[in-house]
């Protein structure tokens, strides 16, 4: 990865790295690390062919609903951010969009982005925006800015995008450092769609709900042979908890007569489900994700519009009661898996982090914890608030660090921007003698945080075709 510099934002070498020691930390140890992404959204099939993007539309703007969100903040018509302006009006209604966006970390992101991929060190607006449409135009259409020549750019080791566990995984046999991660929102609510087409894909039909499980199981044995060690669930604003009460094999035969099951009954069998497949994660060691907190149903109008994932979510409640409660069912059966809780609540941030020392087990540090900044609060407050409530509420050298979550191919530059800001509160921290001036010391829990803790959590995943 090349360094970031953009001298006209006062992007340069040191950006972010205010001390000497977070200098040294750095460009010494951490910005060379290779990369481990355990949760993205990258489009797989775009990489499986090597996509040769058209313009920089297609490759930075067209899916990212981040840059959706602040436009319409900005007040652009939404024919020049999904509607049928071309990719280049596209591009400047962006451009004249992105210096208003100081102290977002899309301003940030951009030039980043910008700078690192395409050496461009002018920062981007108006003025700017047509000489860095035709630089980066005439850079994609080298095949090393192709999709596969653009993640070679990141020294990337294992990249996890999610799956639906339908979907077919042939296209990662075909890329080395490409993983599926399996995604579990297509899963629950169970319907009898979902459930015939699960049997469809196992070949049989599913009766019952040893038939359900035995297909689960199956499924996620050919996730396992091709590297996927990663598994992640929605748990949304609204989100309860409920025990096994014994009745979700009734409740199971009464969606498959296609008999309406009420709201308590359909999260009952939701909540069996998760515990179901929990199981399966701990059988394979793999690690359970849970995003909690994301209020998505807020604006009809712009999810009739642009579906929905187009960048209008909200922030709701994260239930920590209801997370614990499914842990604590896991945990009494001997099969809790490997946990990261992610919080789009940052009032959530202490919860979560305490709850890390209520489920531990020997010989696994930091088996429940909880994830880095996510979504909208990735950025430099949010992933600082994250570091001070993870080293004080659990222990900081345990932590795996960041993950993009994420539809750009260029996003990786947040890798960088997360190990900028954690090496540069660590030099703060030890300046104010907050933290040891014990230089071994930080640059062990630095390199922890960023590589090796994540990279623990992949067992044999890197030698695909072998358990």
Not at 231 to 245: E, V
Not at 437 to 443: A, G, N, P, T, V
Request: charged share 25%.
């Amino acid at each position: 990865m090349t360094a970031c510099i953009n001298k006209g934002l006062n992007m340069d070498e040191n950006f972010l790295l205010n001390t000497k020691l977070a200098q040294r930390l750095y460009h010494e140890h951490i910005c060379s690390l290779p990369v481990i992404d355990y949760h993205n959204h990258l489009p797989v099939k775009d990489i499986a062919k090597n996509r040769n993007f058209g313009d920089l539309t297609e490759l930075w703007i067209a899916a990212d609903p981040y840059k959706h969100r602040a436009m319409r903040i900005c007040g652009i018509d939404e024919a020049f951010i999904t509607g049928k302006a071309s990719g280049y009006d596209k591009f400047a209604a962006y451009s004249s969009v992105l210096p208003k966006l100081a102290g977002n970390p899309l301003y940030h992101w951009s030039n980043m982005e910008l700078s690192q991929v395409f050496g461009i060190e002018e920062p981007l607006c108006a003025d700017s925006g047509k000489r860095i449409w035709h630089t980066a135009n005439r850079a994609l259409e080298d095949e090393s800015y192709f999709a596969q020549g653009l993640l070679r750019r990141f020294h990337i080791e294992y990249a996890a995008p999610c799956c639906t566990i339908l979907e077919d995984l042939g296209p990662f046999g075909e890329i080395d450092s490409l993983y599926p991660s399996l995604r579990g929102d297509g899963i629950l609510p169970l319907t009898t769609e979902f459930v015939s087409q699960l049997g469809q894909n196992r070949g049989g039909p599913i009766r019952n709900w040893e038939d359900l499980k035995a297909a689960f199981s199956s499924r996620l044995d050919e996730f396992h042979q091709e590297g996927c060690r990663f598994a992640d669930h929605a748990l949304d604003h609204g989100f309860h908890y409920i025990p096994d009460d014994g009745h979700n094999e009734r409740r199971f035969q009464q969606l498959m007569s296609r008999e309406p099951l009420n709201l308590q009954d359909s999260m009952a069998l939701s909540c069996e489900v998760l515990r179901m497949l929990g199981s399966e994660y701990a059988a394979r060691g793999w690690t359970m994700q849970l995003h909690a907190g994301a209020m998505r149903y807020t604006s009809s109008r712009l999810r009739s519009m642009t579906g929905p994932a187009g960048g209008y979510a909200g922030i709701g409640n994260c239930a920590a009661d209801d997370l614990s409660g499914l842990l604590n069912d896991l945990e009494q059966k001997g099969s809790l898996p490997k946990t990261i809780l992610f919080t789009l609540n940052p009032s959530c941030n202490e919860a979560l982090s305490v709850l890390s020392g209520s489920f531990v087990e020997q010989g696994m540090p930091g088996k429940v914890q909880q994830g880095c900044a996510w979504w909208w609060c990735d950025h430099i407050k949010g992933i600082r608030d994250v570091l001070e409530t993870f080293s004080a509420y659990s222990v900081l050298s345990v932590f795996y660090g960041m993950t993009t979550d994420s539809r750009s191919l260029l996003s990786f530059t947040r890798h960088d921007y997360f190990r900028r800001i954690l090496c540069g509160w660590l030099g703060e921290k030890s300046e104010r003698m907050e933290m040891p001036r014990d230089y071994e010391l930080l640059r062990d829990i630095a390199e922890d945080i960023c590589y090796r803790n994540a990279k623990r959590l992949l067992g044999t995943a890197l030698e695909k075709g072998k358990t």
